[in-house]
């Protein structure tokens, strides 16, 4: 039988208040036939299909991660201890839903080769992950994309990155330089001091490294970069510049046809990215903890100064909600408005947002349902392009919220 003539798969959620980009719907209703939002308001219960009460819940889009490169810590939990990927995969895919992410750009780095010989960042590694994850595409739960991180200093892997591009199996890239003395590490005893407590490294080690880096400069492939970036305009593949601290440096990103500035370190960056039209990022995790983990600049600040565009979990998924209530909550900023980071603008930002991004008709249905008024905001239900990815019990006896 053609699947045509099957009837529509339909679900009606009834008494849910409706997150969207110029406010909340209270006491609304939202049909979804089968991928796709077909209706929000008052829903009739004579309407054929299956009928769920959302018990007051908020519907919110669901979350559009750009930069996250946590599945590291499910490949590597422990350094020197990696687990098969098909594995590590599956299992993050599922912690990804359970966070509330509908759409992930999973950062594979390919870096630069230096005195640590981190093999998780290694060429072949990352080539090696981003086809596993196209392999198990639809096996997941969760819309999955790669987002290439390029170290430009790594020549050795321009060719397999324009590869992997022409093939269509890039979705974002980002050009990225943590040599010390500039971007995330402007002071490098910031390095320095990462090193020595993630990696282990004895001083000389480090002192080594930094100074491959530091010479590697010296021979970085510009034309190299201009080629990848006219790969990636060509084929409709986004340019982020990552850890960006002047205004030469956006404006170089820019003529490449950068669209993102990716955790700028300074106001003079930032203004310079809102200048020229670049979308910004900034960490969930630096909102939530209220600090950013390398000492720069406050993500809550920006925020509220209308400087941030996006924010992004990085190393930690359940970040995004959890930013996106603690914005609104302890500090004010409209529910809808903190939303829209997690979701319409990270869309915007590389080109989805008439697919997915805001609970509007005509989108597909990419939702979440929250329980907003515990103690704890947390996600009950996770719908990505019409299909129940993740489903739980709202716990009974939390306390309120003041």
């Known amino acids: 039988m053609n699947a045509a003539c099957h009837p529509p798969r339909r679900l009606i959620l009834h008494n849910v208040d409706i997150v969207t980009p110029s406010g909340i719907i209270q006491d609304s209703g939202l049909v979804i036939e089968d991928s796709m939002i077909t209706d929000i308001g008052k829903i009739s219960h004579d309407v ?7 018990g007051q819940q908020l519907v919110m889009p669901g979350f559009i991660d750009l930069h996250s490169d946590a599945l590291e810590k499910y490949i590597e939990p422990r350094a020197g201890s990696a687990f ?12 990804l839903a359970a966070c509330g992410i509908t759409t992930m750009y999973h950062c594979t780095c390919f870096a630069y080769e230096d005195s640590i010989g981190r093999e998780l960042r290694s060429n072949h590694m990352a080539a090696t992950i981003i086809k596993e994850l196209i392999k198990l595409k639809n096996w ?25 591009m022409t093939k269509g199996q890039v979705d974002l890239i980002s050009f990225m330089d943590h040599t010390p ?95 020229r039209g670049l979308l910004t990022v900034f960490g969930a995790p630096n909102v939530l903890r209220g600090k950013s983990q390398s000492g720069n600049l406050s993500a809550t600040e920006e925020v509220l100064s209308g400087a941030a565009d996006i924010l992004a979990s990085d190393y930690s998924p359940m970040s995004l ?19 829209k980071l997690v979701s319409l603008n ?20 990419d939702c979440i349902l929250v329980s907003a008024y515990s103690r704890v ?26």
């Open 377 to 402: 905001p947390h996600v009950t239900m996770t719908i990505t392009g019409g299909d129940i990815t993740y489903r739980t019990n709202c716990p009974t006896g939390v306390e309120k919220a003041a």
């Open 84 to 95: 098969p990927l098909p594995a590590a995969i599956l299992e993050f895919d599922k912690t």
């Open 321 to 339: 909600l959890h930013a996106v209530f603690k914005l609104h909550q302890e500090d004010d900023l409209p529910l809808h408005e903190a939303v």
């Open 181 to 275: 003395g500039q971007g995330q590490y402007g002071d490098p005893n910031m390095l320095k001091e990462k090193l020595s407590k993630e990696w282990k490294l004895p001083g000389d080690e480090i002192d080594i490294h930094i100074e491959e880096r530091i010479e590697a400069q010296n021979r970085i492939d510009w034309k190299g970069l201009t080629h990848i970036a006219g790969i990636a305009a060509d084929y409709g593949v986004p340019l982020a510049s990552h850890d960006d601290d002047s205004t030469e440096k956006v404006a170089w990103a820019e003529e490449l046809g950068g669209v993102i500035s990716e955790f700028p370190v300074c106001t003079e960056a930032i203004k310079a990215a809102r200048d």
């Open 346 to 365: 990270p869309a915007k930002a590389v080109g989805i947002d008439k697919q997915t991004g805001s609970i509007e008709v005509g989108k597909e249905a």
């Open 140 to 164: 997941l739960r969760v819309k999955t994309k790669n987002h290439i991180r390029f170290d430009i200093l790594n020549k050795e892997a321009m060719d397999i990155i324009c590869l992997l």
């Open 48 to 54: 054929t299909g299956e009928h769920m009460d959302g």
